[in-house]
């Protein structure tokens, strides 16, 4: 699935903002930045649009941080994460005894986000009552809290992102056309990471350099047949699941790249089970032990501390034998 990317240029003082210095603040360099993850621009001077897992945060926030607004806060929401009786609240924000519960004044994404950027991820499933409100700010730049007769003045970029196509969504009437059409004004496309394989063995060596710091932990480079057993692997989960073999790689050694060879129980956001996890987490330990002991029973017992039989019985559930251990 290709994910969009849309990216909403305000107007200032009645004309639009100077689009040659905004390109080049954002877009232009994110393009040289990102050449070989988009896979074209479209549009003149108002609006972005990005897929799951396929890095559309790392590209909003790039383009923010690159941008005359960098000084200014980016401000995120997943509208497709926020219940639809607090997304408006969570947008605009509210007074305090606009409804049950409002206790104080809190001010809203939106008005947070003044001279700097709003990133709508899952922006499709937004209520079509807040689309409405979402264009008037768009076309007023201007904002009203909840249980406020107040108008506050904004002045804010905003980024939508979609999983979805919009233009389908808004021919069936599901999503706003003239909201659609309003953030459309610059679009870049993002190919799923199956996609681009050439950026794989870059991006893994990043999230591994990142991972080492976290985790105070050498980092390990990659040979060129584990470079080449990453490019093979379809990643479903996207980027996100490349981040999250990175960790893995860093914390477990090389063993953990052995988990890209079998099938995973993932969604298509590279997610599994608790369980799943654990007991993945749990193979890959065991293997990392073995490889350091070189198949040895006993000292495998003294690295993981545990028991002679608790070792077998681990052993035999994940299918693993001493003999392809030992040198």
Same mark, same amino acid.
């Given at each position: *699935?290709?994910?969009?990317?849309?990216?909403?240029?305000?107007?200032?003082?009645?004309?639009?903002?100077?689009?040659?210095?905004?390109?080049?603040?954002?877009?232009?360099?994110?393009?040289?930045?990102?050449?070989?993850? +988009?896979?074209?621009?479209?549009?003149?001077?108002?609006?972005?649009?990005?897929?799951?897992?396929?890095?559309?945060?790392?590209?909003?926030?790039?383009?923010?941080?690159?941008?005359?607004?960098?000084?200014?806060?980016?401000?995120?929401?997943?509208?497709?994460?926020?219940?639809?009786?607090?997304?408006?609240?969570?947008?605009?924000?509210?007074?305090?005894?606009?409804?049950?519960?409002?206790?104080?004044?809190?001010?809203?994404?939106?008005?947070?986000?003044?001279?700097?950027?709003?990133?709508?991820?899952?922006?499709?499933?937004?209520?079509?009552?807040?689309? !409405?409100?979402?264009?008037?700010?768009?076309?007023?730049?201007?904002?009203?809290?909840?249980?406020?007769?107040?108008?506050?003045?904004?002045?804010?970029?905003?980024?939508?992102?979609?999983?979805?196509?919009?233009?389908?969504?808004?021919?069936?009437?599901?999503?706003?056309? $003239?909201?659609?059409?309003?953030?459309?004004?610059?679009?870049?496309?993002?190919?799923?990471?199956?996609?681009?394989?050439?950026? !794989?063995?870059?991006?893994?060596?990043?999230?591994?350099?990142?991972?080492?710091?976290?985790?105070?932990?050498?980092?390990?480079?990659?040979?060129?047949?584990?470079?080449?057993?990453?490019?093979?692997?379809?990643?479903?989960?996207?980027?996100?699941?490349?981040?999250?073999?990175?960790?893995?790689?860093?914390?477990?050694?090389?063993?953990?790249?052995?988990?890209?060879?079998?099938?995973?129980?993932?969604?298509?956001?590279?997610?599994?089970?608790?369980?799943?996890? +654990? $007991?993945?987490?749990?193979?890959?330990?065991?293997?990392?032990?073995?490889?350091?002991?070189?198949?040895? !029973?006993?000292?495998? *017992?003294?690295?993981?501390?545990?028991?002679?039989?608790?070792?077998?019985?681990?052993?035999?559930?994940?299918?693993?034998?001493?003999?392809?251990?030992?040198?």
């Amino acid at each position: *699935m290709m994910e969009t990317l849309g990216v909403n240029f305000e107007r200032r003082n009645g004309s639009w903002s100077d689009l040659g210095g905004q390109l080049q603040d954002g877009l232009i360099d994110v393009v040289a930045f990102a050449s070989g993850l +988009m896979g074209m621009i479209n549009g003149t001077s108002a609006g972005n649009v990005v897929s799951t897992g396929s890095g559309k945060d790392a590209l909003a926030r790039y383009i923010h941080e690159n941008s005359r607004r960098s000084s200014y806060n980016f401000v995120a929401i997943n509208c497709g994460a926020v219940s639809e009786n607090l997304i408006e609240s969570e947008l605009f924000g509210h007074e305090a005894g606009a409804f049950t519960g409002a206790e104080k004044r809190r001010i809203g994404k939106i008005e947070h986000a003044h001279q700097g950027t709003l990133f709508l991820d899952e922006v499709e499933s937004m209520p079509m009552p807040l689309q !409405i409100k979402l264009l008037r700010v768009l076309e007023e730049q201007k904002v009203e809290r909840l249980g406020s007769n107040h108008v506050q003045q904004v002045d804010v970029r905003i980024i939508a992102a979609t999983k979805s196509n919009l233009k389908t969504l808004s021919d069936e009437g599901v999503f706003r056309a $003239d909201l659609y059409y309003r953030l459309n004004v610059v679009k870049v496309d993002i190919p799923p990471l199956r996609e681009r394989k050439e950026d !794989i063995p870059t991006l893994f060596h990043h999230f591994v350099l990142i991972a080492a710091v976290r985790y105070d932990r050498e980092s390990i480079p990659l040979n060129a047949g584990q470079a080449a057993k990453l490019t093979h692997h379809d990643w479903p989960g996207n980027v996100r699941e490349l981040r999250n073999l990175a960790e893995r790689y860093v914390l477990l050694g090389p063993a953990a790249l052995d988990e890209t060879d079998t099938a995973q129980a993932t969604d298509v956001n590279g997610r599994r089970t608790l369980a799943e996890l +654990m $007991d993945g987490f749990e193979r890959l330990a065991l293997i990392s032990a073995l490889n350091a002991c070189h198949g040895s !029973i006993k000292d495998t *017992m003294v690295e993981l501390g545990i028991a002679r039989k608790t070792l077998y019985d681990k052993m035999k559930k994940h299918g693993l034998d001493k003999a392809e251990f030992k040198e």
